[in-house]
């Protein structure tokens, strides 16, 4: 039997993933790092019937992927750097109207233009607060082949879970590096499907109603139940509404529908932490740093390990804690001036023993630069 | 049906101002739709932002109404992942052409069949009167205090040479022929424009010497004419209105069905 073995990107591997998932609508913007994606999946999509579309900048690439979710389709866009700024008003209405898509970002050095082919993950906290408003997201990334696929897969779940956007954070490092993945078979990656009403024809569907579990069922644009989808503060029929107490209600539930449920939507790897004295917390390209000195030092017998993010939002603050709590010193490792040590260091009871290792300057993070830390934290000097 | 059928009455009254002129769109609309005989579960209503936008809450379709400017760009996705359903899009003048200038040129270009109606009353009413693309060269606004500066765009023309295969201009005045003309842009297919004058008595019309809503009908009765009249002639000023293009071209769905054909038959 054929082995579905491939040698590929990692843009590679999000579109095969994207295509495992169900994916039935692209709509994209030429942008270095992550062009690969929108070039693969004009070849692909209209192979199984899908749909491939170019637009003419990045919002409307946004919109036009809403729209097509509206009519029941799976759909994701790919972007990086300034195109992931452009898009940050259309991702704030599909929080707002729990629309289920999927964002790409390759983050490339910023701000502004900054270094389009170089390696940067200085998009977290875009990712987190780049639409207006209070608001929670789902952010997930990856740091080789084999996660880009499972977690773009998981990506087109929850969002579908959610009814809510979801931001893949991936880096330029990941998205080029070639390497092995193997595709699972089908039915291997659990996929989950839209959930859809069940009321019938000429009952009242309540589009915005949360069921007892907080999902929403939807009813796709063309089908028989006809109602309004808005970016205003709505009320249970999706009409516009500045009741305080359905925009309170409302503003509730968009956020704990997420927040609520950051225990089922964390995901981590743990590498060598059952004895760890040091501890590195890292993902995406920078994990793959991280793993290396610490199975470098595991060699010589240094009690060190890593705690891999792979989901950065909601973030994972109480597996965080008890990680830290366990370990005398802890160093984030990651290509940035530190955006996820500040929310390691909100999450540990002892912020102080926190460090960071990282670097800005659109070269790939190396050991040396996370043990040139390690050495000054062990008394050793620069 | 009666008009009543196609709105959703639980959310009346509208928000529109006394003598605002989109209130007539919005009939006009309702009585194309129901001459043209289309099922309410085939009709997708995209909006974006502005007083124009806010049709959409009105009407019973499936109503989307979206983001300043990005109508048109959302309304693509709907389109070319269900193109059996008939796509309408109304827009005010700011939203159609200043934030969203970029996606009404590009529609027109690929000739996706949705029907653009600008509800062009040359002004931003939401905000409060502030001037527009269409605000004429010497007009006041409450952002052009002095008078303003800006040249006004021709929608028609833009839309013309932009690609779009209908294109035509109408008035709130003249609502039988608006009617008709609305039936032929939701039956043609490729992008259909339907430039609609539309009266702002609240905030265009105070500050540029209209006395009511009556005032500007008048002036729409008086200042246009139909394509290729005598009276244009005489007065090249004239607003001409009718339809400027209607032709058979392809449209942007079906030639992505080739492609589908295509990618599923090679390699």
Redesign the interface.
């Known amino acids: 039997m054929k082995k579905n073995v491939l040698f590929v990107q990692g843009n590679e591997a999000c579109v095969e993933a994207a295509l495992y998932a169900g994916l ?2 692209f ?1 994209g913007y030429p942008i270095t790092p992550s062009t690969e994606i929108a070039e693969l999946l004009s ?1 692909r999509l ?4 899908g ?1 491939f ?1 170019q ?3 990045e ?3 946004m ?9 029941g ?1 799976k ?1 994701m866009t790919a972007t990086s750097g300034p195109g992931f700024s452009l898009k940050q ?2 991702i704030g ?1 599909a929080v707002m109207a729990e629309v289920p898509c999927v964002i790409v970002n390759v983050q490339r050095g910023g701000p502004s233009t900054g270094l389009p082919t170089s390696v940067s993950q200085g998009d977290v906290m875009q990712a987190r607060w780049g639409t207006h408003g209070e608001h929670a997201i789902i952010t997930l990334t990856a740091s080789n082949n084999q996660d880009v696929f499972a977690m773009t897969v998981e990506a087109f779940n929850l969002s579908e879970t959610f009814r809510t956007p979801v931001i893949l954070l991936f880096d330029e490092v990941v998205a080029h590096t070639r390497e092995r993945l193997m595709v699972p078979k089908p039915g291997e990656i659990n996929v989950v499907k839209r959930l859809k009403t069940a009321v019938k024809e000429g009952t009242d569907y309540h589009p915005y109603l949360p069921r007892e579990d907080g999902r929403l069922p939807m009813s796709d ?4 139940h ?7 503060m709505h009320d249970m029929w999706g ?2 509404s500045n009741n305080p107490k359905i925009v309170y209600e409302l503003m509730h539930h968009l956020v704990d529908k997420i927040e609520g449920h950051t225990k089922e939507i964390t995901m981590v790897k743990e590498f060598f932490l059952d004895d760890a004295e040091y501890l590195l917390i890292s993902y995406g390209s920078s994990a793959r740093t991280a793993l290396h000195v610490v199975e470098n030092r595991r060699e010589r017998g240094e009690k060190i390990g890593l705690l891999e993010l792979l989901s950065l939002w909601p973030f994972p603050a109480d597996t965080v804690r008890e990680r830290c709590a366990c370990v005398n010193y802890v160093i984030v490792v990651e290509m940035n001036m530190g955006q996820i040590l500040q929310e390691v260091k909100k999450a540990s009871d002892e912020p102080d023993k926190v460090f960071l290792a990282n670097k800005i300057d659109g070269s790939f993070i190396a050991p040396t630069d996370v043990l040139n830390i390690l050495r000054i934290i062990q008394g050793k000097g620069a | 049906m009666a008009v009543r059928d196609y709105i959703r009455d639980r959310f009346f009254p509208h928000i529109w101002c006394p003598g605002c002129g989109h209130g007539i769109v919005l009939g006009s609309l309702i009585r194309a739709i129901e001459n043209l005989g289309i099922k309410k579960n085939d009709i997708v209503v995209v909006s974006g932002i502005g007083c124009s936008s806010r049709i959409c809450g009105y009407l019973d379709f499936h109503t989307l109404h979206t983001i300043h400017g990005r109508a048109l760009a959302f309304a693509t996705g709907v389109k070319l992942s269900r193109p059996e359903l008939t796509l309408i899009v109304p827009m005010g003048d700011g939203d159609a052409l200043a934030i969203g200038g970029n996606h009404f040129i590009h529609a027109a270009r690929r000739n996706i069949g949705i029907t653009a109606i600008i509800m062009n009353n040359s002004i931003y009413g939401m905000t409060g009167g502030q001037y527009s693309p269409s605000t004429e060269y010497g007009d006041f606004a409450t952002t052009a205090p002095y008078g303003n500066i800006d040249r006004s765009f021709d929608f028609v023309k833009l839309a013309m040479s932009a690609g779009a295969s209908f294109v035509a201009r109408t008035t709130t005045y003249h609502v039988t022929s608006m009617i008709k003309i609305l039936e032929k842009a939701i039956a043609h297919k490729g992008f259909s424009v339907v430039d609609i004058l539309s009266q702002c008595p609240t905030y265009f019309g105070v500050r540029n010497k209209f006395a009511s809503a009556v005032d500007m009908l008048n002036y729409y009765k008086t200042n246009t004419t139909p394509i290729g009249s005598k009276e244009k002639e005489k007065n090249p000023d004239l607003i001409e209105r009718g339809i400027f293009v209607q032709d058979q071209r392809p449209e942007y769905c079906d030639e992505y069905d080739k492609i589908i054909k295509k990618a599923s038959e090679g390699v």
């Open positions: 039935d609508f709509a070849y209209p192979k199984k019937g749909k579309i637009m003419e900048d919002i409307s690439s919109c036009a992927i809403i729209g097509a979710s509206l009519t389709k759909v008003e259309a209405f644009f063309g089908h028989v006809r109602y309004n989808v808005t970016g205003l009409f516009p």
